[in-house]
Structure formats: structure tokens, C-alpha cells
């Protein structure tokens, strides 16, 4: 792609309200524009990144057989009368009637209707264990949305379900979802912590957040800082080891402010192992056993003969939100550099147009259709601006190779950059090889 033709509208005044690094960010590169308080569109820049981010948390849940599908975002109001969630869920639910008056809403979480699903489709404990995902847009009408599409009213959500015939199996799901987010936080390069969390809205007795330190994240974190030390490579995808992950995990102290009791932080956690930082939530699980398989009579035949209710857990990831949360983290003193695996390019060429205008632009042309024809995500910056105005720009897109051509390259060897380091001069088939790894 050329610079000069990417839809990059560029916002150099700010709303007051954009006080977060990611806000702000999102809104200067053009990332997303705002249509009315807490709605989003996503242009160009912004959405590449979140389909990167997408696919690989699609990945992760495909690795531990969860089927994808998709359910629409706009649900019937009966099956959430059905659950008695209809009422309790209070003003963060849109509500909608359509022209035969009939109720409907855009739904918030996706409980009630997965569960109407599997119980006129599934009728036998043979069928199980299931898991089911999608990945698809929530409203939730917050009454404050703030910090951009990190707490806003329509956001990206992947939500599993999974179905299994008594709790020990269930826990057994939990924990299968419980290693795939931490799989997926990994490729992403972030470092989420799992913590026990209370359940809310969605209900259950047994819950964990999944949050990455930010000074700007909403919660506050308390946590031992032994839990960096667990390694998930120590355990393989098989029941008893992904118990003993969870155990281990359970076993140090690390809550937000809802579960936070500081006599138990100070005689659990060693003053110098204690950490209290913000976070951001990017992950929730829940198993809340039959909180909807009774209300909603989803009941499976069993080997005895009786009809029981499925014990069910749900799994949900911000994949809008990870954007802002990848920002957090990775935005420093002004300079952005997106992890390579969601990186809007993989290298941006920028020719040197105050030297050697002509020359510079025909050997970078050059470099970029070499790349192209590799299938390597190439950014030619042609636009016609000086260096400086070069450089600052490419600091917020966060591309984090660079190959710079002006004075400093040789015939074959041209200036290249990975952001944060030092530039080396490297041929061409060098740098190719550095991409492709
Ligand atoms: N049904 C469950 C699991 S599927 C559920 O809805 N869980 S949740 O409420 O915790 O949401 C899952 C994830 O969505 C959160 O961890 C968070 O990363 C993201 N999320 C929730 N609310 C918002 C919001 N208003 N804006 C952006 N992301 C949000």
C-alpha cells in the first residue's frame, strides 16, 4: 500500500474527553472515528489491526476445539423474560420494539440465546461436551462511556459457551479456556494475570478476570508478584496438568478491588512480592452451572434415563478493547510499536525525498514491489513532506520495521530499523529474512 493512497485522516486537535494514551492515539492516526457517545467507526487503520487481533484469539479457540458461528446481535426480549434477566439487567440493556410491537434488544451477552439454541438442538449427553463461540458486536448502554472504545457502548466481543453433562466435567471446559486465553495474551505479548473475580450480572460462583497492568486500566490490581514466575510452557493440554495450571495460579493471591481484603494481601503476599497497579480488563471467564439450563429448561437425556439440566460456563474476550489495551502497553515517550503478530504492516519504506528526491523514491518503488511480490505487508511512504514530518508520523502508526533510503544507504544496502533500536545497513534478501521470521 502507498501512504498517499491509505485512508489515514490524521486528527491533529483532540477532544478534551480523549485523556487516555490509546484514546488519543486511535484518534490521531485515524484509527476511529467517534459517531455519537460511546460509538465508534472503525476506519482503515484501526480495523486491520483489530482483525489481526481477531484471528488470532479465533486461533487460540479453534485449537481447543471451540466451534465458531455467529448469532445476531439483535435477540428476542422472551427468552431473557425465560432466564429473568430481562428485568435484572437494568439500563445498560438497548431495548428496542419492532413495527408489530414485538420487544427485542441488542443484546449485551449472548447467555440466553445460546442456551435456547442447544436445548431444541441437542438432546442427549452423548453429544457431550460441547463449546460454541462467536465473534460479534455487544451494546451495553454504560452509563459512562469513556476512555474510547475501551469502555464504550458498542464494542467487539468474542464469547464462548461451553455445555457439559455435571461440574467436574464443566471445570474441566474452564479450564481448557482458562490456558487458551492465556495462549492468546501471549501471542498478542501481553502479560495477563488471572484473577479471581466476582461474577456480576452473568452470575456463577466461579469467575476470573484476565488483566493487563496499565496506569490507565479502571481496576485496581492486587496481586502477589510470584504469579509472573508461572510459566504456561510447564503444562501440557491434558486434565490433570491443566488443573495443576489452575491450582497454581489459585494458590497466589491476585484479586481486584471487589475481592481486595488487606489483612489477607499483607499476611498472604511478602511486602516486597506485593503488587497494587492498575489493570485493564481484556478477559472474563464464568462457570455458573445451571443459572440458565434451568430457567431456560435446557435438559439433556442421561444414562439413567432422567433428563438433567447442562452445566454451563461462559468466556468472553474484548477484542475491540485489546487494541486500546495493546496501546497502553506499548506506547512509550511518544512512540508507538505494535507486536509484529498484529502490526498494521510489516515494514514501512520511507526514501529520503530531501536528497536525491528522484533516485531515492526509484530505488524505495523498487524495494516495495520486491516486498510485495514475497507477500510481505509492505507501506510505501510517498507522500511528499519533509523527513521530520516523516518520522513523527510513522512514531504513531507504530509500524515496527522501518527501511530508511536517503544518504546513509549503499548501492545494495540499505539503512534498516526495528523501532526502539539501532539502524544497521542490511541487504535486501537480510531484511527479507528478518520479516519472514
Ligand atoms: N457473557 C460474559 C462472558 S462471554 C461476559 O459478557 N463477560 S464480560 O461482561 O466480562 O465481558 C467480556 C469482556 O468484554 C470484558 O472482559 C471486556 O474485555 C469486554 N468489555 C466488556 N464491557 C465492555 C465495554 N463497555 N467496552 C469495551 N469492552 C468491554
Not at 129 to 135: E, V
Not at 182 to 200: C, R, S, V, Y
Not at 379 to 402: C, R, T
Request: with cysteine.
Amino acid at each position: 500500500m502507498k501512504l498517499s493512497k491509505l485512508f489515514l485522516p490524521l486528527v491533529k486537535d483532540l477532544p478534551a474527553d480523549a485523556r487516555t494514551k490509546s484514546h488519543q492515539l486511535m484518534l490521531r492516526t485515524g484509527m476511529i472515528k467517534q459517531s455519537a457517545a460511546g460509538i465508534y467507526s472503525w476506519l482503515p487503520l484501526g480495523f486491520k489491526i483489530m482483525k489481526k487481533i481477531e484471528s488470532i484469539v479465533r486461533d487460540e479457540q479453534n485449537k481447543i476445539d471451540a466451534q465458531e458461528m455467529l448469532m445476531p446481535t439483535i435477540q428476542s426480549a422472551d427468552i431473557w423474560k425465560e432466564s429473568g434477566r430481562y428485568d435484572d439487567y437494568g439500563e445498560e440493556m438497548l431495548r428496542v420494539k419492532d413495527r408489530q410491537g414485538r420487544e427485542m434488544l441488542y443484546g449485551p451477552t449472548n447467555e440466553e440465546l445460546i442456551t435456547e439454541i442447544f436445548r431444541t438442538s441437542i438432546k442427549s449427553y452423548k453429544s457431550l461436551p460441547q463449546m460454541l463461540y462467536h465473534i460479534q458486536w455487544k451494546f451495553r448502554d454504560e452509563i459512562r462511556p469513556r476512555f474510547g472504545i475501551m469502555r464504550c457502548r458498542e464494542f467487539y466481543m468474542k464469547d464462548a459457551y461451553s455445555f457439559d453433562i455435571d461440574e467436574n466435567q464443566a471445570k474441566q471446559s474452564y479450564n481448557k479456556m482458562f490456558y487458551a486465553y492465556l495462549k492468546t495474551f501471549n501471542k498478542l505479548e501481553l502479560q495477563a494475570i488471572p484473577m479471581a473475580a466476582d461474577t456480576g450480572p452473568i452470575g456463577g460462583d466461579l469467575s476470573h478476570e484476565f488483566i493487563i497492568l496499565a496506569e490507565t486500566g479502571e481496576s485496581n490490581v492486587y496481586a502477589d508478584k510470584k504469579i509472573f514466575d508461572i510459566e504456561l510452557k510447564n503444562y501440557k493440554f491434558d486434565r490433570s496438568s491443566l488443573e495443576k495450571m489452575r491450582n497454581d495460579f489459585s494458590a497466589l493471591y491476585a484479586v481486584t478491588d471487589e475481592k481486595f481484603n488487606k489483612n489477607d494481601f499483607d499476611s498472604k503476599v511478602k511486602k516486597s512480592d506485593q503488587i497494587s497497579k492498575k489493570g485493564i480488563e481484556v478477559g472474563h471467564i464464568f462457570y455458573f452451572g445451571d443459572k440458565y439450563s434451568i430457567p431456560l429448561n435446557c435438559l439433556v437425556d442421561h444414562q439413567e434415563g432422567k433428563k438433567i439440566p447442562v452445566k454451563m460456563g461462559s468466556y468472553g474476550i474484548g477484542v475491540s478493547r485489546l487494541v486500546g489495551a495493546l496501546i497502553e502497553v506499548n506506547f512509550q515517550n511518544d512512540i508507538m510499536k505494535w507486536p509484529k503478530s498484529v502490526s498494521p504492516y510489516d515494514i514501512v519504506i520511507i526514501p529520503n525525498i530531501n536528497k536525491n528526491k528522484k533516485q531515492s523514491f526509484e530505488i524505495a518503488v523498487k524495494i516495495y514491489k520486491e516486498l510485495k511480490k514475497q507477500k510481505i505487508d509492505v507501506l510505501l511512504d510517498d507522500v511528499d513532506e519533509n523527513m521530520s514530518a516523516k518520522f513523527k508520523k510513522h512514531e504513531l502508526i507504530g509500524i515496527p520495521y522501518q527501511i530508511i533510503i536517503g544518504s546513509k544507504s549503499e548501492e545494495n544496502r540499505f539503512e534498516f530499523k526495528e523501532v526502539g533500536k539501532n539502524a544497521t545497513l542490511l541487504s535486501l534478501e537480510e531484511i527479507k529474512e528478518i520479516i519472514k521470521n
